[in-house]
């Protein structure tokens, strides 16, 4: 409950703020080894990379939840997403909350290369750590031959939900609704409504006017956008390429607790394979607590929280 308190903290500034910037981004120099790091299944089990391989290979999706400025987690993703290129029986993809369905066309033409980097990263409005955190990612995918799927609505759109609610969208062109999941898309469960009401309540504890209850629906509905989008992405995929396995990196709240996009996920596609990993970062990777770890997600990987992080985030 702590860290998720501390992870959606952050959301009405990430809902309200025209750009998220990276600063002092120098995760380069950043080595991340094994003992950086712990994973833990179910019941807080220890288990091997070997392990987790086996794991990977079960799924039609792999979701992994980060903390964007954890080295960690970033070395997870990367890992993670060679084990499933490797596979020589069923093809790999990445996906990304980190671009938009809008530029999808430009990530292909990138991967293609029909498109340099430097004019693939001009239109694409990659995040300000796009070069130390997913730079790897998605030129790993490229050097294999994988798809990259644009797999987030514009923040535009979720900025419009953040603003004036969900019936908002129903003003936009058919062609602006391409960029989203399909409306309307479905509210938050009651699960996700309840923790999400729970960690925002001293938002509007001393509200009188109802305003305050207003501005968080209207938050939870725009978190959902994302949520939806990034879940049909990953299922229309599926559909056009239904033996590709899927590795989908994003922040931790839309993956834990197995709501957020892996509820979504399997309303567009009944009976997906879904793992779900959440990389936590912590002052002692030993210290597995039932309480704050328990069915957070199928893997929960503690990391070591006293290296750098790969940057200062500013809003502005």
Known sequence: MRRLRILLL????????????????DSTSISVSEEHYRLYGAGGVVLAWSDLRELIMEANVVLVGEQHNDPVAHHIELAVLREVLADSVRPGVLSLEMFSRDVQH???????????????????????NYESDYRPLVEAARLAGAPVLAANAPRRYVNLVNREGPEALDA?????????????????????????????????????????????????????????????????????????????????FH???????????TR???????????VEPLL??????????????????????????TYTPSFE
């Not at 693939?120 to 409005?125: D, H, K, N, Y």
């Not at 960029?179 to 009651?190: E, H, Q, T, Y």
């Not at 993956?255 to 996920?265: R, S």
């Open 255 to 265: 993956v834990a607790n197995g709501t957020g996009i892996a509820e979504h996920l």
């Open 106 to 128: 430009v990530v292909d033409e990138y991967l293609k290369d029909l498109i340099t980097e430097r004019h693939f990263r001009s239109a694409s409005r990659p995040w300000g």
């Open 172 to 252: 936009l062109s058919e062609a602006a609704r391409a960029w989203l999941a399909p409306l309307p898309f479905a509210a938050a469960s009651d699960a996700y409504k309840a923790e999400f009401d729970g960690l925002m309540g001293d938002m509007v504890s001393s509200d009188t006017t109802g305003s305050g209850h207003d501005a968080l629906a209207s938050m939870l509905s725009a978190q959902s956008l994302w949520d939806a989008t990034m879940a049909f992405s990953i299922a229309e995929h599926l559909l056009q390429q239904p033996d590709a396995r899927v590795v989908h990196a994003a922040g931790s």
């Open 10 to 25: 952050a959301l009405p500034l990430a809902l309200l703020a025209p750009e998220l910037r990276a600063q002092d981004s």
């Open 284 to 309: 002692d990777v030993s210290l597995y607590d039932p309480d704050e770890h328990d069915g957070l997600a199928d893997v929960v990987i503690l990391a070591d929280m006293t290296l750098p992080r």
């Open 268 to 278: 567009y596609r009944p009976g997906v394979r879904i793992l779900s990993i959440v």
